[in-house]
């Protein structure tokens, strides 16, 4: 999908100036316990206000481009939007099932649904998918031993031994 | 800082780091470095993005040395798909591929890539021998500044990375502030909750990892694989000349080595200075070097068929920033590039606070640092000159493979921070925003220095207030009015410049 980047940067300011401002009423809530008066909110509502101010100019100077030029100053921009949100959508799918799951079956699905959309074959892409989630395995369990939610695979290198040998 | 003392801190942190331990996480990092730097569109930012998880076990100067060898070897890697099949690996080796890849097609790859292996060698430890030497200078500075010179100091970094790290100043800024608000989510310091909306995700706020990830590593992933889906073909073609194998007049002589030595020593003063400024990196190093080669040159009018000083030049430049880039991170906390600010986030981490003061409260960490970088540099001398064939293979793979497993990986990482997979989710957000901004040249990168810099911005600005009572009094301090002159200085200007690149869009504001 091809977008105009300047009603992107258009859109995007006026939601940074009406978001700047609720959240600079939010700052009057903020309840203060150091010695300076009102110390949680002095920060950020110097950025708030710098954020404000940048985002009210940028708005003038769309809306004033807009007005001189017949059409958008900058060319259309593709986003590749329908891949974005397939691999959004897919993301999001695998986290949900990992958590749930496990990670070792949802990994391997995940890649290999990734890695097929270009290579249009079953067998490579299984393979790299394969490979590549136990690899992913080996590093981040076994050497770095971080735990990640697994169904089946042990979560020690001093497991893995009983635990080939027992299938 | 007296001589005996400087000599004595040099020896302890040669003996402390001539240990197999960090042996080992120097050349992890090199290894990794490399590999993220030769993958195209992975620059040494990215690299560090992504291997941020694998430093959680480490302790502060563990993780430093690990984030700068990788760093450094990055902009190695970059150079390597640069010069054998044309396609910078990082941004900052774009310039290297106008002489090295003409020279390695006339069958001399391999002398191409020991020359960009000896530019990076004298550069890195040029620049850093002079940070050694320029290091109790910056002690003595750092004496001289107190919280509210701390705060303008911040001000004045954000100014010029504002200014002059997007196309609009005003987006600059707006991505800026977007960045400070961020980083103050969750629980203050300074009493309470701030912006939670008793979301208990928030009450500690945006982890620094999923914003350093959501910005710099998720888009490159969504590129790598979003492209690699529209069309077939684009990526598939790499490394198809790749030699098989080396002439055996291919090689740098001795000879050439010193007809060269001019090139690397100016490439390395080049890089040193630009990598001090905020905001400019490597890119704008190797841009100004081959410049200044091409001036200097006795064969300036053949540059852009394969001249070897127009190699020499930009590599010795690129890898100088690594240590130039160090000094406005530690020396004042202002991360001068992206690489920079994941280094600074890592090290706030582990409870290192850069600033003025941390070269007279700790000259042994700052000097453990540039040893580091010293000992990086020779070790990713001998890897680069044994691995080069092994490394090249890694140019061979395809987007289709690469995105797939760069997003794995980072999911993957992201997770294993805190186990907790609303980080991922969170991430992946960052990651889809950051893809659309980027598309439509939005500047991401201030809101990431911003997000970093935040918490020393604002504890030294409640410092100063609860010294001198009111915001005025902290302004008209003298040395805090200069900084933040400068700081408006510098805005101005970098308004003024994008106003003489874009008459017709300037003129309206």
Redesign the interface.
């Known amino acids: 999908m091809k977008?105009h980047?300047d009603k992107?940067?258009l859109v995007?300011?006026t939601a940074?100036v009406i978001g700047?401002l609720y959240?600079f009423y939010?700052?009057g809530f903020?309840?203060?316990?150091?010695?300076?008066s009102g110390?949680?909110a002095?920060?950020?509502r110097?950025?708030?206000g710098?954020?404000?101010?940048?985002?009210i100019?940028?708005i003038?100077?769309k809306l004033?481009?807009l007005r001189?030029t017949s059409a958008m100053?900058?060319a259309p921009?593709?986003?590749?939007l329908k891949?974005?949100v397939?691999?959004?959508v897919l993301?999001?799918v695998?986290?949900?099932v990992a958590?749930m799951a496990g990670f070792e079956i949802p990994?391997v699905i995940?890649?290999y649904l990734?890695?097929y959309?270009?290579?249009r074959e079953y067998w490579r892409p299984a393979l790299?998918?394969l490979v590549?989630?136990i690899a992913?395995y080996v590093v981040?369990v076994l050497l770095?031993q971080?735990?990640?939610p697994l169904l089946f695979l042990p979560e020690y290198a001093s497991e893995l031994l009983p635990w080939l040998k027992g299938l | 800082m007296e001589s005996g003392v400087v000599t004595s801190l040099l020896w302890g942190s040669v003996q402390s780091l001539i240990t197999p331990s960090f042996l080992v996480i120097i050349l992890l990092g090199v290894i990794a470095g490399i590999i993220f730097g030769i993958l195209p569109g992975f620059g040494a930012a990215q690299a560090l993005a992504l291997l941020f998880p694998f430093t959680y076990s480490m302790d502060g100067i563990q993780v430093v040395i690990f984030m700068l060898a990788a760093y450094s070897a990055a902009e190695y890697g970059g150079s390597i798909p640069a010069i054998l099949i044309r396609t910078p690996g990082t941004p900052s080796a774009a310039i290297t591929t106008i002489e090295a890849y003409p020279l390695a097609q006339r069958g001399f790859p391999r002398k191409t890539l020991r020359i960009s292996l000896t530019a990076g060698l004298i550069g890195g430890v040029l620049s850093t021998a002079a940070f050694i030497a320029a290091g109790p200078l910056l002690a003595w500075i750092g004496l001289r500044f107190g919280p509210s010179e701390m705060f303008a100091v911040g001000v004045f970094g954000l100014s010029i990375i504002s200014s002059f790290l997007g196309g609009s100043v005003l987006n600059g800024f707006l991505s800026t502030a977007v960045g400070l608000w961020l980083a103050t989510i969750g629980n203050s310091d300074f009493g309470g909750m701030r912006f939670t909306f008793d979301w208990s995700y928030l009450y500690d706020g945006i982890p620094l990892l999923v914003v350093i990830i959501g910005i710099l590593a998720m888009p490159e992933a969504f590129r790598l694989i979003c492209s690699s889906t529209m069309g077939e073909g684009a990526d598939e073609t790499q490394a198809a000349h790749l030699p098989r194998k080396w002439n055996a007049k291919d090689r740098l002589s001795w000879l050439e080595f010193k007809r060269l030595l001019p090139s690397f020593l100016r490439g390395s003063v080049v890089g040193t200075a630009i990598g001090i400024m905020p905001g400019a990196g490597g890119t704008v190093a190797s841009i100004v070097s081959y410049n200044e080669e091409r001036r200097w040159s006795k064969r300036g009018h053949l540059f852009g068929s394969g001249v070897e000083e127009g190699v020499a030049g930009p590599e010795a430049a690129n890898n100088a920033v690594v240590a130039g880039a160090l000094v406005p991170t530690l020396a004042l906390g202002i991360p001068g590039s992206a690489s920079a600010a994941v280094l600074l986030g890592v090290m706030i981490g582990k409870g290192v606070v850069p600033g003025p003061l941390l070269f007279h409260d700790q000259p042994g960490f700052v000097m453990q640092v540039f040893i580091g970088l010293i000992i990086i540099n020779l070790v990713l001398y001998g890897v680069g000159w044994m691995g080069t064939n092994v490394f090249a293979w890694v140019t061979r793979l395809p987007n289709s493979i690469l995105g797939p497993v760069v997003m794995i990986l980072i999911l993957i990482g992201t997770y294993s921070y805190r186990t907790e997979f609303m980080d991922v989710v969170i991430a992946l957000g960052f990651g889809v925003v950051g893809y659309i901004l980027e598309k439509i040249k939005f500047p991401t990168l201030p809101m990431l220095l911003a997000f970093v810099m935040q918490p020393i911005m604002e504890e030294n600005l409640l410092r100063a207030l609860s010294l001198y009572n009111d915001i005025f009094s902290v302004m008209s301090r003298p040395l805090t009015a200069v900084i933040l002159l400068l700081a408006v200085s510098s805005a101005v200007w970098g308004y003024l410049r994008s106003r003489q690149k874009s008459p017709d869009a300037a003129a309206t504001l």
Request: some cysteine; charged content about 15%; glycine content about 6%.
């Open positions: 977008v980047g992107i940067e995007t300011a940074c700047g959240m939010e700052t903020f309840k203060a316990s150091a010695s300076v110390a949680p002095v920060f950020p110097l950025a708030l710098l954020g404000i101010g940048a985002a100019l940028t003038i100077r004033r481009e001189q100053a900058v921009v593709d986003i590749e891949a974005l397939f691999l959004v993301t999001v695998y986290i949900v958590d990994t995940y890649l990734l890695i959309q270009r290579m790299i998918a590549a989630s992913i981040f770095l971080i735990r990640l």
